[in-house]
């Protein structure tokens, strides 16, 4: 059982920055792929960026160069930095992990993009 806390989102101005933050219960975190999803109202949840247990990243086009993804293995924690945020970054940001054909969420975290 992997519990899973995302925090950091909030409302920003178009151009403006947050860092999403993922902290995950249990003691195996290191060996885990992790990514950040996104479900924008009326939108089916998205992928935004995935980091594997050997620091190798991918991202949607639609963030690239604005938007990175890191983990800290001591701490448990997996983070979004979001940069040059624009209105269509809007939405609820979700934290995942895939376990043996399992997917285990968060319970989002809403990002506002708004002037």
């Known amino acids: 059982q992997v519990q899973l806390a995302e925090s950091g989102g909030g409302l920003v101005q178009p151009g403006g920055s947050l860092r999403l933050s993922c902290a995950a219960s249990?003691?195996?975190?290191?060996?885990?792929?992790m990514g950040w999803y996104r479900q924008a109202p009326g939108k089916d949840r998205e992928l935004v960026a995935r980091?594997?247990?050997?620091?190798?990243?991918i991202y949607a086009d639609s963030v690239k160069g604005r938007f990175t993804i890191s983990r800290d293995n001591a701490k448990n924690t997996v983070y979004l930095q979001m940069n040059s945020l624009k209105p269509e970054d809007t939405a609820v940001y979700y934290c995942?992990?895939?376990?043996?054909?399992?997917?285990?969420w968060g319970q989002g975290t809403q990002v506002t993009v708004s002037s």
């Open positions: 995942n992990v895939p376990i043996l054909n399992y997917d285990y």
């Open positions: 249990g003691s195996m975190f290191s060996i885990y792929n």
């Open positions: 980091i594997t247990s050997g620091g190798s990243t």
